[in-house]
């Protein structure tokens, strides 16, 4: 005869004796462990039967009633085909009354609790769908498996503004399932929920612990380290002209507050635009390091920007600051973008001006033809060279705010030095193009009142400047 494609023999052509839930073999539990090896070519399935981890056209049944709570482990493996498993325990109403217990898929192994006192059913699964061959059913005692603790935590970069979502990622492979859970979050709070919340009140490191108990009572704990640290920096002064005409440089000033960490900070500049998609265009970034000051000292990001004859044509200029914490995530991002109030802009009469940012996010001018112009004004020579130190005199521990010429592009370092030559405060300004800029210097050590020297320094050359130091 013929089944599923396959020849099979007339002394073959019988179903398994345990093909039907009715027919299941019994298993004795005092001589384990347990291997039975059936020929499954001619086996089938019932209307009815359950298939909960994997889906035959061919099973076969076991039983077995433990007298003792046990632990056991099946799977149907050792055959020429390589199948599955499924444990039920029997409530009393037949084939549709089977409640699952465990489960594996070809190949892998169930492990569960048989109960004192209960009848348990075992299926076994051939390989989806139709084969011939043999199918092995094993059934063995098992120690009783540790349950496994674990969990994550979202954000993983707290700070003490916002609350910490903890979730609950443990499992039992007995299949018996977890009961309680009782969580530690190392600053004397406790939860015993499936997927606490918990706000830390101060920046640390918290030692978050986690201990499941099953419904049978294995246990399990873990841990892990929740490092609550808090970075916050705020545009707290944003200072732009109220009016410029067309072809004037003029300073804009972006104040950030820090009072917790030092950190580093990208301020970039926008100025609005028509037609833009955000209605405003980036001009320029600036990046440096941020202190810790007291009494909400500012540390300010400078920039120079050219107004344009366009801007006089729209007849004013909004301007955004945006400042990005670069050692960290900001707790509290609102405060971190800056709008300021439109600045008025007339024609002054100048040729029109191309504002040139620099990567530091100032900028040089040069100026443009405008129609009706045959020509345009060449740009002045630049030499290397100090143009301003401000203040000086300077209070102690103050930053100096340099401006600059340098004649090429990178590969130049801005130096203060004392009397005897020691270098008080550098800054390199590889990044820095062609051209006129300013660059903020900060103290490395606090100063002495007396004179100080401002060295820049580019292609074997230096230049420099005297800078005055009060007390």
Not at 96 to 110: D, H
Not at 212 to 229: E, H, L, M, N, P
Not at 336 to 350: D, F, L
Request: hydrophobic fraction near 35%; include cysteine.
């Amino acid at each position: 005869m013929t089944l599923f494609g396959l020849s099979v023999s007339t002394a073959m052509a019988a179903a398994p004796v345990n093909d039907n839930f009715v027919n299941a073999s019994v298993i004795n539990l005092n001589a384990l462990p347990f291997g039975g090896t059936v020929d499954i070519t001619l086996a089938t399935t019932e209307s009815g039967e359950g298939f909960s981890c994997s889906y035959s056209y061919q099973t076969i049944w076991y039983k077995f009633a433990p007298a003792a709570d046990t632990w056991l482990s099946a799977n149907a493996s050792g055959g020429t085909q390589s199948g599955g498993v499924t444990v039920y325990r029997d409530t009393g109403s037949g084939l549709y009354g089977l409640v699952s217990m465990g489960c594996s898929s070809y190949g892998g192994s169930a492990i569960f609790l048989a109960r004192a006192g209960t009848t348990c059913y075992l299926q076994g699964l051939a390989p989806c769908c139709g084969v011939s061959g043999t199918l092995r059913v094993n059934l063995a005692r098992v120690p009783a498996p540790v349950p496994t603790a674990s969990f994550n935590s979202y954000p993983s970069d707290p700070s003490t503004f916002e609350t910490v979502q903890f979730y609950d990622n443990s499992s039992d492979p007995g299949q018996v399932g977890i009961w309680s859970r009782a969580w530690d979050f190392g600053d004397g709070a406790t939860d015993t929920t499936y997927g606490p919340v918990h706000r830390y009140a101060a920046d640390g490191s918290y030692t978050v612990q986690l201990t499941i108990t099953t419904y049978d009572g294995r246990t399990a704990s873990t841990s892990q380290t929740v490092v609550v640290k808090t970075h916050d920096v705020a545009i707290t002064r944003f200072k732009t002209p109220t009016s410029a005409a067309a072809g004037q440089t003029r300073q804009i000033s972006v104040g950030l507050v820090n009072a917790r960490y030092p950190e580093t900070v990208r301020v970039e500049l926008f100025r609005s635009s028509v037609g833009g998609y955000s209605g405003f265009e980036s001009i320029g970034t600036e990046m440096q390091s941020v202190p810790v000051r007291a009494s909400n000292r500012t540390t300010d990001f400078d920039f120079n920007y050219t107004f344009t004859g366009d801007d006089a044509s729209t007849g004013k200029l909004t301007f955004k600051a945006v400042a990005t914490v670069l050692t960290g995530r900001d707790a509290l991002s609102a405060d971190n973008e800056a709008i300021s109030s439109p600045t008025k802009v007339s024609r002054s009469g100048a040729r029109g001006v191309a504002d040139i940012i620099t990567p530091t996010g100032r900028s040089v001018t040069s100026r443009t033809e405008e129609p009706g112009n045959e020509t345009a004004a060449p740009m002045r020579e630049v030499q290397l060279a100090l143009l301003r130190v401000a203040p000086n005199p300077a209070t102690a521990g103050v930053d100096l705010l340099v401006r600059l010429s340098l004649p090429t592009d990178g590969g130049a370092t801005l130096q203060v030095l004392d009397v005897a030559g020691r270098v008080m405060a550098e800054r390199d300004l590889g990044p820095l193009g062609r051209g006129i800029h300013q660059e903020r210097v900060s103290w490395e050590r606090r100063p002495a009142a007396g004179i100080y020297w401002v060295r820049l320094t580019q292609g074997g050359k230096s230049v420099s400047a005297k800078v005055g130091i009060l007390r």
